[in-house]
């Protein structure tokens, strides 16, 4: 089974700290995705990789960053945290198919942040 | 560009009973069609999908999925719901153009009560 591993359930921050969320998948799959999550808003993709050091922005990447330096783990971060970032916060990953878009993604538990 | 529409954002309904969530989806080319379902405190868990062939999909836990392309629609559907059920489902398309992004839907709460 595919495994995704977030690093915090709960986190709880300051604004204008710096935050580093940490995803890892041990599956060797090539795509990694962030999501956040909210309430009426459903999942809206902040950012994705598709192979080490790549990364696509999202729908929302505003206020965001991304790290891929290593195949299993992808980092998102938070360069000033505000308030408006307070969110739950998902990861997935999937394999990657050139001609073939119908892998699905798995994903990890999730992060609820909270910037205070 | 795709996107989902999910009609509900709740639906009671009772144990034992049946329940459809409903899902309508906009894409100018073919898609692939997942639902997902999301459990407290949990991430997302792949329910069923659709790739191509029978429009019918059986899932887990008792779930299945009927595709309707004139319709465009990929409404779940479970004959008799347990307590359990209860969760936030959602569903989910993309296509085998540019990256394999997966557009969602907004999500319906399930609330299934004794």
């Known amino acids: 089974d595919v495994k995704v591993t977030q690093s915090s359930r709960y986190l709880v921050k300051r604004t204008g700290e710096k935050v580093f969320l940490e995803c890892v998948q041990d599956?060797?799959?090539?795509?990694m995705f962030w999501y956040r999550q909210d309430p009426g808003l459903g999942l809206r993709l902040i950012y994705f990789?598709?192979?080490?050091?790549?990364?696509e922005k999202g729908d929302i990447p505003e206020g965001y960053s991304v790290s891929r330096e290593k195949k299993e783990r992808f980092s998102l971060i938070l360069e000033s945290a505000s308030t408006n970032q307070t969110s739950m916060y998902l990861c997935a990953s999937s394999l990657l198919r050139y001609r073939d878009h119908n892998q699905p993604q798995h994903f990890g538990d999730g992060t609820r942040l909270s910037i205070l | 560009a795709q996107s989902v529409t999910q009609l509900d954002s709740q639906v009671p309904v009772f144990e034992e009973a049946p329940v459809e969530l409903r899902c309508n989806y906009s894409s100018s080319v073919s898609v692939y069609l997942f639902w997902y379902v999301q459990y407290p405190n949990q991430g997302l868990q792949l329910l069923l999908k659709?790739?191509?062939?029978?429009?019918l999909v059986k899932g887990i836990n008792g779930f299945e999925a009927e595709f309707n392309k004139s319709q465009t629609s990929f409404h779940l559907r479970k004959p008799s719901v347990h307590i359990s059920d209860t969760a936030e489902y959602f569903c989910?398309?993309?296509?085998?153009?540019?990256?394999?992004?997966?557009?969602f839907g907004t999500g319906t709460r399930l609330l299934v009560s004794p």
């Open positions: 989910a398309v993309t296509s085998n153009t540019g990256f394999q992004k997966l557009v």
């Open positions: 599956m060797d799959h090539e795509n």
């Open positions: 990789s598709y192979d080490v050091k790549m990364k």
């Open positions: 659709y790739l191509s062939g029978s429009t």
